[in-house]
């Protein structure tokens, strides 16, 4: 039991810590809890597409939305997460907040 109080001490902390850095880039994160986090994205399709040319994965939350009303968003896992996770926060940020191809044209 020691090891999984460790773990969820140190995804918890992950999870503050990625959470206060995508802030500092003005992109809220809702929930308090979880080894997930979902980043609201303008463009959900575009975001992971661009992230994984980074070498970044994410996965598109729409499959685990439950209403569509839930808005586009990303799901990242904290797991992963180094210690310095600004730079990455910052790259989720910039996908976060870029446009989709554009429909129409």
Not at 29 to 40: F, M, Q, R
Request: hydrophobic share 40%; with cysteine.
């Amino acid at each position: 039991m020691k090891e999984v109080d460790q773990a969820r001490s140190e995804y918890r902390r992950r999870r503050l810590s990625f959470v206060d850095a995508l802030a500092s880039h003005d992109i809220p994160v809702k929930g308090s809890d979880g080894i997930n986090i979902w980043v609201p994205v303008a463009d959900e399709s575009a975001a992971v597409v661009r992230l994984a040319s980074q070498g970044i994965g994410v996965a598109p939350g729409a499959p685990f939305s439950i209403l569509p009303s839930d808005g586009a968003h990303i799901r990242v896992t904290v797991g992963s997460i180094s210690e310095s996770c600004q730079e990455l926060a910052e790259k989720i940020a910039d996908a976060a907040l870029a446009g989709g191809w554009s429909r129409g044209r």
